[in-house]
């Protein structure tokens, strides 16, 4: 009986053991969702520079001829085109909007014009009119950056501002239409400077060389007012002209101070799982 007892015991002191066993589970991780990587939107200064060759033309020029009560058209009137220069402060404002202050000078392009009418020595005559302009803009300009597709960012742009436009002085020469050889002394007309409104737009891609310097090729388009262009002098002048509409190839280099500035990562909190004893 003894012998009996001591083996149930035994036996119900293993069966507890197991089902001990049985009701401890050891904990399994709590999966760690990855925490997102926040990147900072491009933004903050930068500086550019620009060059350029700008096709010019001329939307005409007039003159009054004899006494202010009689004006007069140029029969003809071309503008060469000339290089550009300039550059310009601006804020990235984000990735898809970016605003500059740009000024850009626009190196000589010479005036080739002529005028029909009488002269002192004929009274069917033709001129020749010969004279040289420069320009200086100074544009409010902003951009619509297009997405960025590897490292080419393709975008699009308006201007407002104003235009100094500074002629030099304009030689006039008029022959006779029936002996071309026939022809009055050569005046000088003295030429004008002002200021006229300007609008530009703009298109074309950035190219990352580094991460805060960029290559931008672009086109602009210029449209300048018209204005005084010469003075009286022998019975003609003063004379206007009426603008000038500028196409521009453009290349040039942007540096963004903040351009290299690190992506901000959040400090990752991990769980600490249960431990059960």
């Not at 010969?130 to 300009?141: D, G, P, V």
């Not at 040039?252 to 959040?266: D, K, N, T, W």
Request: proline share 5%; hydrophobic share 35%.
């Amino acid at each position: 009986m003894k012998h009996f007892l001591l083996g149930a015991v035994a036996l119900l002191a293993a069966n507890g053991a197991a089902f001990a066993a049985d009701l401890y589970q050891p904990s399994e991780p709590i999966p760690v969702a990855p925490q997102p990587v926040i990147v900072e939107q491009a933004s903050g200064w930068y500086l550019r520079g620009d060059a350029g060759y700008s096709f010019n033309r001329s939307r005409g020029a007039w003159f009054f001829q004899g006494s202010n009560d009689t004006e007069s058209d140029f029969t003809t009137s071309g503008l060469r085109n000339s290089f550009t220069l300039g550059g310009g402060v601006g804020y990235q404002v984000n990735n898809y909007l970016r605003t500059d202050v740009t000024l850009d000078y626009m190196f000589k392009g010479d005036f080739d014009g002529s005028t029909r009418g009488s002269c002192g020595v004929a009274g069917a005559c033709t001129s020749t009119d010969i004279a040289s302009m420069n320009a200086l803009s100074l544009l409010a300009n902003a951009y619509v950056d297009l997405g960025t597709y590897g490292s080419i960012t393709p975008y699009v742009g308006g201007g407002l501002g104003g235009t100094y436009v500074k002629w030099g002085d304009l030689s006039n020469t008029s022959c006779s239409d029936a002996n071309p050889g026939n022809c009055d002394p050569t005046q000088t007309h003295g030429g004008e400077g002002n200021w006229r409104f300007t609008y530009a737009l703009m298109a074309g891609a950035s190219v990352d060389l580094t991460c805060n310097l960029k290559a931008d090729v672009g086109y602009r388009y210029r449209h300048v007012e018209g204005g005084r262009m010469f003075n009286y002098q022998a019975n003609g002048g003063p004379g206007y002209d009426k603008g000038f509409d500028a196409h521009e190839g453009r290349v040039g280099l942007r540096y963004i101070f903040s351009g290299c500035e690190q992506p901000y990562m959040p400090p990752v909190d991990v769980p600490v799982a249960p431990v059960y004893k």
